[in-house]
């Protein structure tokens, strides 16, 4: 049903190594976009949170969750991981569609309820939680109910950073604004001081 670059399943078999068993399976979800080109979030997640309404298909060497109601519509997608000069992460290309990576506006900060509200849980838990390790993670952008954070200090280019802010940070915004449908990080990890490589 699925295929997957080199690069994307090299991708989650590290973060899955890096979990030290915690993170069995590769969640794909759709999460906004029209339905003639929906956008799926992918996370990392142990098979333990199985939901009712998902089914599990093989990927290439680990465990894939999708919904019933996503199936048809990935049925020969392509799984890749990009990296780009200022965000990296997976997209899901459709069969006979070409891939969409929303864009960050620049023109200035933030405002509204839902910036305040995330820019309030990145000063009062995620920063002072991460700020031992040097590292900071900044509100850019806000579009509809989808955030754009960049990484910097000790996060920039950390081998774990993506996983702390799938599996850390966006469950803590999640649970703080229940609106929120996405996490999008535009950081320049390999600009950072440890950046990421797969094996």
Request: with cysteine; proline share 6%; glycine share 10%.
């Amino acid at each position: 049903m699925l295929t997957f670059t080199d690069r994307a399943r090299d991708v989650v078999r590290s973060y899955m190594n890096q979990s030290g068993g915690d993170l069995q399976a590769l969640r794909i979800a759709r999460q906004a976009g029209s339905p003639a080109a929906p956008r799926f979030e992918l996370s990392l997640v142990s098979l333990s949170e199985k939901e009712s309404g998902e089914i599990q298909v093989d990927g290439p060497g680990f465990p894939v969750l999708v919904t019933m109601g996503d199936s048809d519509r990935l049925e020969g997608a392509m799984v890749d991981f990009v990296e780009r000069v200022n965000e990296s992460g997976f997209e899901v290309q459709l069969a006979g569609s070409a891939p969409t990576a929303p864009r960050p506006r620049t023109d200035g900060e933030p405002q509204g309820d839902l910036a305040d509200r995330v820019r309030a849980v990145l000063d009062a838990q995620v920063n002072p939680a991460i700020a031992g390790h040097g590292g900071m993670i900044s509100l850019v952008d806000v579009q509809d109910t989808e955030i754009f954070v960049r990484m910097s200090g000790g996060c920039q280019g950390c081998a774990l950073s993506r996983i702390t802010l799938r599996q850390g940070v966006e469950r803590m915004l999640r649970q703080a604004v229940p609106e929120l449908t996405a996490v999008h990080d535009v950081t320049d990890h390999d600009s950072g001081m440890n950046p990421f490589s797969a094996h």
